[in-house]
């Protein structure tokens, strides 16, 4: 059982920052309703606050890591370009989807799209995080700031799916591969 | 067992609404900013080679971290300017959820090349 380096750089980057992101959005907006809006609840304590700054800062953290290593660490390889005379593409992801009409989509739209609407979701979210932390509890008497904190986490979930949806889809089209051989574990015979 | 902190009350806000209105708009003014380099990067050579910072990320690179040095310079000016002032907080939300949404639309690549 083996991967290759930038095979795990893709899933770092998509895995571990951008799912990552994705199930913490769900969270942050639930956290963000009950805390701020709903008028069941209670009013939160320093603990509840505490936590919600700490999570908002950490959901800040894994954005920018998506979009840094995603423009920094695996785009280069995808859009890497091939020396002339080369016959196989499977280390240039970009010109195997540019070399068919059937798959071109995934990058003039997926890929074009993507590359820029990721970067959304880190500053809509670091903005949400600034205002709750700047705010904390008193965020509860400026409603305007209540509402743009929640739709601005609600752009960033959306921003954050769309590049994480045709990541994977593209990834699978046209996978990031080479670099060296990372040995995971010997198969055992039966 | 945490209590809760009743300074500032719901009818008596404690902090004037400025820094988060400040923290909005740029957010907003940054979205829209990397969404007209993109354009401009699509559909000018020149702008295109301008931007290539970093030549293994090609003009990805200088659209984004203009685009992040713009919001980041914007908010600290509105910030700066703001801080201790309570602004209309409905036309800074308007503002900046329509210039979201038009940075939302103009990276779409369909609607990019209809410029």
Redesign the interface.
Same mark, same amino acid.
């Given at each position: 059982m083996e991967i290759t380096s930038r095979g795990l750089w893709t899933l770092i980057h998509g895995m571990g920052f951008g799912a990552l992101y994705l199930l913490a959005c769900s969270g942050a907006l639930v956290e963000l309703y009950r805390s701020t809006i709903s008028s069941v609840s @209670?009013?939160? !304590?320093?603990? @509840?606050q505490r936590f919600l700054n700490v999570y908002l800062i950490t959901m800040a953290v894994l954005a920018w890591a998506a979009?840094l290593s995603g /423009?920094?660490v695996i785009?280069?390889w995808y859009?890497a370009v091939p020396p002339p005379g080369t016959t196989g593409l499977a280390m240039y992801p970009q010109r195997i989807l540019m070399s068919s009409a059937a798959t071109i989509g995934w990058h003039?739209?997926g890929m =074009?799209?993507k =590359?820029?609407?990721a970067?959304?979701a880190p500053?809509?979210i670091?903005?949400a995080a600034?205002?709750v932390i700047?705010?904390g509890?008193?965020l509860?008497?400026?409603p @305007?700031?209540r !509402? /743009?904190v929640i739709?601005?986490t609600l752009?960033s979930f959306? /921003?954050a799916g769309i590049a994480g949806i045709f990541g994977a889809l593209i990834n699978k089209q046209a996978p990031v591969q080479g670099g060296h051989v990372i040995q995971l574990a010997s198969g055992g015979g039966k | 067992m945490n209590k809760p902190n009743h300074a500032g009350s719901p009818a008596n806000p404690t902090i004037p609404n400025g820094s988060g209105a400040a923290a909005v708009l740029a957010a907003g003014i940054g979205a829209f900013a990397l969404a007209v380099l993109a354009v401009a990067g699509d559909k000018s050579a020149l702008v295109k080679t301008s931007l290539n910072l970093y030549p293994p990320t090609g003009p990805l690179s200088g659209v984004t971290s203009v685009a992040v040095l713009l919001w980041v310079l914007t908010w600290a000016i509105l910030d700066w300017r703001w801080r201790s002032r309570s602004v209309a907080m409905r036309p800074v939300n308007v503002a900046a959820l329509v210039l979201l949404g038009l940075s939302l639309l103009m990276t779409f690549p369909p609607i990019v090349d209809l410029f």
């Open positions: @209670q009013e939160s !304590t320093r603990g @509840q979009v /423009a920094y785009y280069p859009r003039t739209l =074009e799209w =590359e820029h609407v970067w959304f500053m809509s670091t903005t600034f205002v700047r705010y509890r008193d509860r008497n400026h @305007q700031l !509402t /743009a739709c601005f752009v959306l /921003a | -």
